[in-house]
């Protein structure tokens, strides 16, 4: 993500979010390469940072609504937990990179109260689309 940034480009208007969930491809960040103190480094280059619940759709709509009345960008750290809702998935590092698949993508939709149906025909849109097969309406 952007650091330095000049007074003169008047980015007020700039809000920068991080999906701050502490984790990366193979372990929480703290063991590999810890980016604390996070909030006083992005204050150091001026930013005007606030922290956030990013499973707080609230919060993440105010963070947006933010303005800045000088010339500094905002930076919002939102606090996140990988796979959260999901009792298979939640915290675990290994969701970083591997894809939910048969059951586990079944038991996903039933967690959140996700039609199974209405799932699966949005996964094979989406890959319908993605090898650019013409929709079959």
């Known amino acids: 993500f952007p650091v330095t ?3 003169n480009h008047q980015l007020n208007n700039l809000t920068v979010i991080l999906d701050y969930n502490r984790l990366q491809g193979m372990g929480n960040i703290d063991q590999i390469s810890s980016l604390e103190p996070l909030r006083q480094k992005l204050e150091g280059f001026r930013y005007k940072v606030s922290e956030i619940d ?9 963070a947006f ?3 800045s009345s000088d010339n500094h960008p905002n930076f919002v750290i939102a606090n996140t937990t990988k796979g ?3 009792s298979f998935m ?3 590092t290994i969701w970083h990179y591997k894809i939910p ?3 586990q993508t079944m038991a996903a939709c039933m967690e959140l109260g996700v039609d199974t149906k209405d799932a699966a025909n949005a996964v094979n849109d989406l890959l319908d689309a993605a090898l650019g097969k013409p929709n079959a309406q």
Do not use: V, Y
């Not at 990013?54 to 105010?62: A, E, L, S």
């Open 90 to 92: 939640e915290g675990k």
């Open 54 to 62: 990013g499973h707080d759709f609230d919060q993440i709509r105010q």
């Open 5 to 7: 940034i000049d007074d």
């Open 84 to 86: 959260k809702g999901l």
């Open 101 to 103: 698949k048969g059951e």
């Open 65 to 67: 609504a933010k303005d």
